[in-house]
């Protein structure tokens, strides 16, 4: 089975990167950009074969390890 975790910065939060790539994209005469944010894909093949067991241990590992729920969001979306 394969998964992907999409991890966000929360509204509100700053997001320097973001700032860069608007940045970036303007002085390349990208006019149109009013804003941009920056997150991170996470794509994981698993073993496990039951659809919400797998779900519940990818949500354990963002609370855990692959997002800093203080100031991320997560999305899970499981595949296959």
């Known amino acids: 089975m394969k998964a992907r975790v999409t ?9 320097p990167q973001g700032k860069a790539i608007e ?5 390349l005469g990208f006019s149109g950009v ?7 894909i996470i794509d994981l093949d698993l073993a496990e074969t039951d659809r919400a067991k797998a ?3 990818i949500r ?3 609370e855990k390890l692959l ?8 999305s899970v979306e499981i595949k296959g």
């Open 23 to 27: 940045g970036a994209l303007g002085g």
């Open 67 to 74: 997002a800093n729920t203080v100031i991320e969001n997560y």
């Open 60 to 62: 354990a590992m963002c």
């Open 7 to 15: 991890v966000t910065l929360k509204t509100g939060v700053l997001d």
């Open 55 to 57: 779900e519940a241990d």
């Open 34 to 40: 009013l804003g941009a944010r920056q997150g991170k």
